[in-house]
DNA sequence: AGCGTTCGGATACAAGCGTATCCACACGGC
DNA sequence: GCCGTGTGGATACGCTTGTATCCGAACGCT
């Protein structure tokens, strides 16, 4: 056998430059020919490791769903143990585009959830993850109330969905630039202060 | 001169079909040739009305954010004289996706929105839309203060920033069909409740 | 009535797209 | 050593796209 090329990796590389020109020109800008030059690779090399360019953008939706769960996951593992509030303001805060990388990844997350509304193909690939996201933050709070930790006449349900919706349309307004990301967090820890009490510390 | 055809009318045709196009199938299968065979004229007829694509793409924005406004101001003006509690709900409730032709135009919206993201060109057409939004519910929630019917330990800005973001996020959730149109109300009525009190009723 | 302007059908063209094919090269197992 | 397989460069094909052009038809004005 020849020089055996890390698949893994290569694909990772070919997968982030889509991410990259997806963030920064849009979706629209993504082509086999555009990926592989800003991969720095031949066209040839796209197509051999993506059959074709539905099953590039699908992994690069897949790339994409992991980083922002590793973001999420990395952020709220950071500290366990704490207090509800705390929790609910690290993971919801991991959600805003803080940083240019957040920021990218956000941009390209809202490319991929446009097309998806009304492409079918794309729509099973994202949609689990903010579900996911929404049945552990309930899981969380429902916990938190059992404990006596979080006020009882809260519905979760609400409260999360809520909390949710609350942060991405923060991210779409702090994407548009209409509000920075300071301003964004400063109106969730309102919006957390109101439900859940002032914070600890 | 030839029979005159009502150039107003005829555009007005042409920028429906195209955001009917763009809220079923998505904005990148907007062509020249799509719009012209979804309106049943020719390829000529678009060309002739829209000097290029870029022309027919913002005249489609510019026709899209006038329905929205106009649903804006249908619902606030149809009761004026309304509570503080009242105007937010229809004001902000007219925002959520509820039947299909504002659903249509939801999606539509969310796909202009994502491509303005990486796009500059279209940008500037569609940003100061919802910031004139939040200035009215701003002014109007400090008028409220000053009358007395809404707490004034409310920071206006905030509260405003705060329930637009959240009808946003709300929309994007009916719109991705993780919720139904009647329980994104019932997140936001329960919000209303929270910050401005119980309706009146 | 005729004419010039307005409207629109038919067609063409170059560019860019996804995809397919041909071919050179590298290299580990026999 | 050499051979078959994995890797990837170069190139081509058919299609769709935006845009341009040619030309016929309609109709108000004088």
Redesign the pocket.
């Known amino acids: 056998?020849?020089?055996?090329?890390d698949?893994e990796q290569?694909r990772a590389e070919l997968t982030a430059a889509l991410l990259r020109i997806a963030s920064t020109r849009g979706l629209q800008?993504?082509?086999?020919?555009?990926v592989a030059h800003e991969a720095g690779?031949?066209?040839?090399?796209v197509?051999?490791?993506f059959?074709?360019?539905?099953t590039l953008l699908t992994a690069g939706l897949a790339e994409l769903a992991g980083r922002l769960d590793r973001r999420v996951r990395g952020r709220a593992a950071a500290g366990t143990g704490l207090t509800v509030r705390e929790a609910f303001e690290v993971v919801l805060g991991s959600i805003l585009p803080t940083d240019d990388d957040s920021r990218a990844d956000a941009l390209a997350w809202a490319a991929y959830y446009a097309v998806a509304l009304t492409d079918p193909a794309l729509g099973a690939g994202g949609r689990n993850h903010p579900d996911a996201l929404e049945a552990y933050l309930t899981a969380r709070l429902e916990r938190a109330q059992g404990e006596g930790d979080a006020p009882r006449e809260l519905d979760a349900r609400t409260e999360v969905v809520l909390l949710l919706a609350l942060a991405n349309g923060l991210t779409a307004s702090v994407l548009g630039r209409q509000r920075g990301a300071g301003d964004a967090l400063h109106v969730l820890r309102h919006q957390l202060d109101r439900v859940l009490g002032p914070p600890a510390s």
């Open positions: 056998m020849p020089r055996r090329a698949h290569r800008a993504v082509t086999m020919r555009e690779a031949s066209l040839r090399v197509q051999y490791y059959a074709d360019k539905a």
